[in-house]
């Protein structure tokens, strides 16, 4: 069990600029979720994949933001024309099924200047 | 919607000093209750957590007793130390099939010898 293992652990970029964050989660887990989490507050629910399907995304998603999943194993989030608003950490989650243990990666800083 | 209100911190105690950060919780339904710590530089760790009205949930020294009445979910440890410095988030899971995690802001504390 390595852990769920995110990359990069920090991003700098400018506003407008593309970014692409991976999470790879613990093997064989089905659930994986992205949060997203500003200075001084709690990660807050963006979007989570069953296996390969993305089934709920939050309204905090705008359009700028894509997630996938293929295969079921390792996720992309891309941010697409970033804004000075989109400055967080990104964090990732896995669980084995329903109702199991979230298991949290460090997640990924960025920071859009 | 459903939310979660923390103490704000933060807190700063000596070493073996009671601990009590508070937590309540506005939702619809029967949420379970969790309280998550991240240490610094590492991931959010589950610290404990319960399901149902009346469960206590205890991990490491620590306990949070789930109270309907009061919709609160205080988490306590008798006697502090110094590697309990970290922030500690209550969260709750209002729908047991999605397991997404609602977040308080967050308490952080520190232990000094």
């Known amino acids: 069990d390595t852990g769920v293992s995110q990359d990069p652990r920090h991003k700098i970029t400018k506003r407008g600029q593309n970014v692409t964050f991976r999470c790879d989660p613990i093997s064989e887990h089905n659930r994986l979720y992205w949060y997203r989490q500003t200075l001084g507050q709690g990660p807050e629910f963006l979007t989570y994949?069953?296996?390969?399907?993305?089934?709920?995304k939050s309204r905090l998603l705008s359009d700028r933001f894509s997630a996938e999943r293929p295969k079921g194993s390792f996720s992309t989030l891309e941010i697409q024309r970033t804004e000075q608003g989109d400055s967080a950490m990104y964090l990732c989650a896995s669980s084995l099924s329903v109702g199991e243990k979230l298991f949290f990666g460090s997640g990924t800083q960025l920071s859009v200047l | 919607g459903d939310s979660v209100t923390q103490m704000e911190g933060p807190v700063t105690l000596s070493e073996e000093a009671f601990l009590t950060i508070n937590c309540t919780y506005t939702?619809?339904?029967?949420?379970?209750l969790f309280w998550y710590v991240q240490y610094p530089g590492e991931g959010l760790q589950l610290l404990l957590k319960?399901?149902?009205?009346?469960d206590k949930g205890s991990n490491k020294g620590f306990e949070a007793t789930y109270r309907k009445e009061t919709t609160s979910f205080h988490l306590e440890k008798g006697s502090v130390q110094v590697s309990d410095s970290a922030v500690y988030f209550c969260a709750l899971s209002g729908f047991q099939g999605a397991q997404k995690l609602v977040f308080g802001q967050g308490t952080r504390l520190t232990i000094n010898p």
């Open positions: 319960a399901t149902k009205a009346d």
């Open positions: 939702a619809t339904g029967y949420p379970s």
């Open positions: 994949f069953q296996n390969e399907a993305q089934l709920e």
